[in-house]
């Protein structure tokens, strides 16, 4: 069983001649129990590690072992869609994100900062469409992909070096959006090459027919405003 050291006050601690908790453990820290024995009035626990300490019961709290994240997940959301309302809300829950990261850059040891962009994640997980189950399976997948990944040692690099993992050989898989972002930005380059053929025509006719200085003299501006408009008629891509 595992329990959490909450506080204990000196009476606590003197009643039958407990261990004091607060001399080797940390409030709010988790602790796993080696034996547990059971009186009329009180409670002996014993923990793993700390040898034949006797600690008072009262000083610690019970947690669950069979903590299910899926149903957790489904408490968060029947929470956010009652507290916040429904749809995707990706800007806020983005933004608030941002938000909580410069909180930790403040203070990297608060864990409740830590535990605050987990939520929100969790919430922008199943605001995507995603079911409970459907984000624990990718947390699990994902967890054997970064894995197996090959990574560089981390002792040869500064303590403050964000460490990629090798892309070596890396297979790059594209989504159904990737590849019809790609297949535009392919149609629009060969648009933009035919455009320029046409105004490199276009402007070779000019020079040819009235000479290089076609386009700062003689009765051409119209021709000169259309050159002008047809290269400026889209970007490079």
């Not at 993992?165 to 594209?174: P, V």
Request: net charge negative.
């Amino acid at each position: 069983m595992l329990v959490k050291f909450v506080e204990c006050s000196d009476y606590q601690v003197k009643w039958k001649g407990h261990a004091d908790p607060r001399e080797c453990l940390v409030i709010g820290e988790v602790y796993r129990i080696s034996q547990k024995n059971v009186y009329e009035s009180y409670t002996d626990i014993y923990l793993e590690g700390f040898g034949t300490k006797r600690f008072n019961s009262v000083c610690f709290e019970e947690l669950d072992e069979n903590f299910s994240l899926i149903n957790h997940i489904e408490r968060m959301r029947e929470f956010s869609l009652k507290t916040f309302g429904p749809g995707e809300k990706i800007k806020p829950v983005i933004n608030h994100i941002k938000k909580e990261l410069v909180e930790i850059e403040e203070n990297p040891k608060d864990l409740y900062e830590w535990i605050d962009v987990i939520l929100l994640a969790l919430d922008g997980a199943w605001r995507s469409g995603a079911s409970p189950e459907q984000i624990v399976e990718v947390l699990q997948e994902k967890q054997n992909i970064v894995e197996a990944r090959t990574w560089p040692d981390w002792r040869t690099l500064p303590d403050d070096a964000t460490i990629e993992h090798d892309r070596t050989g890396e297979q790059i898989s594209l989504n159904d959006e990737e590849l019809k972002t790609n297949h535009l930005a392919k149609e629009y380059s060969q648009m933009y090459a035919k455009l320029e053929n046409s105004v490199k025509l276009v402007l070779a006719r000019l020079e040819e027919n009235h000479g290089k200085s076609w386009w700062f003299t003689g009765p051409h501006t119209d021709l000169q405003d259309a050159a002008q408009k047809l290269s400026k008629l889209v970007p490079p891509p």
